[in-house]
């Protein structure tokens, strides 16, 4: 599970890195999918990672909005405050948490209880999600994507997590 943690950072630097060749008209410019544009696409991302973990710790959930959050600068300063959190929390993650329950309610009002393991492996599936369509809207605007290729970023070691 660490592993896959380590990958989307990884994957999220090289996003950042590739953003700063991009005009912040570009960065903010509103696509079609996901949540609007590809900063915007980097903050969710973040913010779905932290407040998770967040809800499993039972802590209070982040509530900023994004428009306190708009420049590449301040999206890239906001991840490095939230991955020191997170970053714990994997790194202190072993089995027997794999079963502990989480309960939540909807928006619906209905009921639902998950598994930590089913949570933190919804956290890692939703960034590569999301890192997809910003593959896609590379190709759209004419760049090429970031590689999403685990193979050779040096994460063997950690693959027994």
Not at 41 to 48: A, E, G, K, N
Not at 54 to 68: A, I, M, T, V, W
Not at 80 to 85: D, H, Q, S, V, Y
Request: aromatic residues 12%; glycine residues 6%; proline residues 2%.
């Amino acid at each position: 599970m660490q592993t896959f943690f380590q990958y989307n950072w990884m994957v999220r630097e090289d996003w950042y890195r590739w953003c700063e060749e991009l005009s912040e008209e570009e960065l903010l410019r509103n696509r079609t999918g996901g949540v609007g544009s590809i900063l915007h696409t980097l903050f969710h991302i973040i913010d779905v990672e932290w407040s998770w973990i967040r809800l499993l710790e039972g802590k209070p959930d982040f509530q900023e909005s994004f428009d306190e959050y708009n420049s590449l600068n301040k999206v890239r300063k906001l991840d490095a405050e939230f991955r020191k959190e997170v970053e714990e929390f994997v790194n202190n993650w072993d089995v027997s948490m794999e079963n502990n329950l989480f309960y939540d309610t909807m928006p619906d009002g209905s009921k639902v209880t998950d598994t930590w393991g089913e949570v933190i492996r919804h956290v890692i599936a939703h960034e590569i999600h999301h890192i997809g369509q910003l593959s896609i809207w590379s190709r759209e605007i004419g760049k090429k994507p970031v590689s999403a290729n685990l193979i050779g970023r040096g994460l063997a070691s950690h693959l027994n997590n």
